[in-house]
């Protein structure tokens, strides 16, 4: 069985971001880069479902040179392959997709891990969207993975709970923090990564349907106010969070 999972590489979160001058992208002066947060339990599910079934498993990233990074993190985890398509323009989420789904089916992978989310846009629709560019079965946000044969049984989070769903292969699962305890990279296998050939392929070409047309960052907090120090001011509480706040 041939087992993929799909990697991005983005800001580091403790990253302070400022915008850049043309109000359309982030400066990168002083950005530290890592592997998405999320797809370390997609890559820790990999290598689990390798271990109790067997198979290969390849790593996939889309962007520029700097992706290699979080390529030789998968791989020093215990990714066995890793392939980076190369593309450093801006891509909307449904152009990621495309290219993603093109090298998914030339790797015939017929299990495919993604985190939930990327942290840097968050839109959480990737893993998705291939799903349905490939035509595989896709279940997202899971928490608890296991795989018999052909059947897959998921436990996924929804709002207030959780549910249990089933399917069947070919498959992409998007993880979810708490799906499992990502290991830590041996030193014999962070060695072993950098020996390791990464296949560099060009990026399928696809149109973009959503443009970035300005960044912000969110407004400051105002300074708190005291309304009273007492019961008398309950009243003029409720009326500012009734009237100002509006949040009753």
């Avoid at 292969?169 to 799906?179: E, V």
């Amino acid at each position: 069985m041939k087992i993929a999972v799909c990697v991005s590489h983005v800001p580091d979160t403790a990253s302070k971001i400022n915008i850049a001058s043309n109000g359309k992208n982030i400066d990168q002066s002083g950005i530290t880069y890592i592997i998405n947060p999320y797809d370390e339990f997609a890559i820790e599910e990999a290598l689990k479902t390798k271990e109790k079934h067997g198979g290969e498993t390849v790593a996939i990233s889309l962007g520029s040179d700097a992706n290699k990074e979080t390529l030789r993190k998968a791989l020093a985890m215990g990714i066995d392959n890793a392939v980076l398509l190369k593309d450093d323009k801006y891509r909307d989420s449904l152009s990621v997709a495309k290219a993603l789904a093109e090298e998914i089916k030339s790797q015939n992978a017929e299990l495919v891990f993604f985190g939930k989310q990327s942290v840097d846009f968050d839109n959480s629709v990737v893993g998705q969207l291939t799903s349905e560019l490939l035509g595989y079965n896709c279940i997202s946000v899971v928490v608890s993975f296991s795989l018999d044969g052909n059947k897959i049984i998921c436990e996924r989070e929804i709002e207030g709970g959780k549910e249990v769903v089933e399917t069947t292969l070919p498959a992409i699962i998007t993880a979810q923090k708490g799906l499992n305890e990502p290991r830590y990279a041996s030193l014999k296998g962070i060695m072993a990564a950098k020996k390791k050939e990464i296949l560099e392929k060009p990026a399928l070409e696809a149109e973009n349907f959503v443009e970035v047309i300005s960044m912000k960052k969110p407004p400051s907090k105002q300074a708190g106010r005291i309304i009273g120090n007492d019961v008398s001011a309950v009243p003029e509480l409720v009326k500012i969070l009734h009237e100002e706040a509006k949040v009753i």
